[in-house]
Antibody, heavy 123, light 111 residues
C-alpha cells in the first residue's frame, strides 16, 4: 500500500524557517517525481514545488521561489521542503504528493497524497 | 485569482446529474495540456478522481466522466449520491508560467 506521511509542521514566527519531511513507503520512491502542494485555511489547492525522481531537477511556484528549497533522499525514501523567510500567506496545510507523468512536459497528475502537515505563521 | 476558473459551488438532488466547469486559456487547456480532477471530502486530503482527461483510477465509479473542448473542461457526475458531497478541483499545466495549476475548487452540495 502506498503511503506518504508528512511531518515537521508547527507554529513559526514571520521570517522564520521550517523543514518539512515526507516519508514514502509501499512503492519505488526513487522512480517517481514528487511534489508539494499546499492549502491555506478555507482555500483551494496551490502547487508549491516539484522535484524529479533522481533529484536533478527542481521547480518552484513564483510565490515561494528563492525562499523554499525542495530536496529528496532516495536512500531514505524521504522528500523535504526547507522553508525560509516565512510569511503569513505561507500558512497552510502542506501535502506531499506522488506524481505520475504521461510523458509530456507538465503532464503530471498526483495519484497519491499524504494527510498533510499544518504550518502556522504567526507572531 | 486561479489560472483555471471553476464555479464556487454547484448543487443537485440525489440521482440528478451535475457538471463542474474548468475554464482555462490558450496557455494551458487550450494548448492541449492534460486536465486532471481531484475530489476532496470534508476534512480529508485530496484524492485523484480522473486523469488524462478521461481515465478513472481503480475504485472510481463510472458515474464520474469528463469532457474537454477548446480552453475548457467539465466534470460530470451522474446519479448523484450523498457521498459525492465534496470539493472538486481541476488541475493542468500552464506553459506561459511553466507551472502546474489548479482551479479554485467547486463545492458540491447534495440537496
Amino acid at each position: 500500500e502506498v503511503q506518504l506521511v508528512e511531518s515537521g509542521g508547527s507554529l513559526v514566527q514571520p521570517g522564520g524557517s521550517l523543514r518539512l519531511s515526507c516519508a514514502g513507503s509501499g512503492f519505488s520512491f526513487s522512480s517517481y517525481d514528487m511534489f508539494w502542494v499546499r492549502q491555506a485555511p478555507g482555500k483551494g489547492l496551490e502547487y508549491v514545488s516539484a522535484i524529479s525522481s533522481n533529484g536533478d531537477y527542481t521547480y518552484y511556484a513564483s510565490s515561494v521561489k528563492g525562499r523554499f528549497t525542495i530536496s529528496r533522499d532516495n536512500s531514505k525514501n524521504t522528500l523535504y521542503l526547507q522553508m525560509g523567510s516565512l510569511r503569513g500567506e505561507d500558512m497552510a496545510v502542506y501535502y506531499c504528493a506522488r506524481a505520475t507523468s504521461l510523458g509530456v512536459t507538465g503532464s503530471h497528475y498526483f495519484d497519491y497524497w499524504g494527510l498533510g502537515t499544518l504550518v502556522t505563521v504567526s507572531s | 485569482q486561479s489560472v483555471l476558473t471553476q464555479p464556487p459551488s454547484v448543487s443537485g438532488a440525489p440521482g440528478q446529474r451535475v457538471t463542474i466547469s474548468c475554464t482555462g486559456s490558450s496557455s494551458n487547456i487550450g494548448a492541449g495540456s492534460y486536465v486532471h480532477w481531484y475530489q476532496q471530502l470534508p476534512g480529508t486530503a485530496p484524492k485523484l478522481l480522473i486523469y488524462d482527461s478521461s481515465n478513472r483510477p481503480s475504485g472510481v465509479p463510472a458515474r464520474f466522466s469528463v469532457s474537454k473542448s477548446g480552453t475548457s473542461a467539465s466534470l460530470a457526475i451522474s446519479g448523484l449520491q450523498a457521498e459525492d458531497e465534496a470539493d472538486y478541483y481541476c488541475q493542468s499545466f500552464d506553459g506561459r508560467y511553466s507551472d502546474w495549476v489548479f482551479g479554485g475548487g467547486t463545492k458540491l452540495t447534495v440537496l
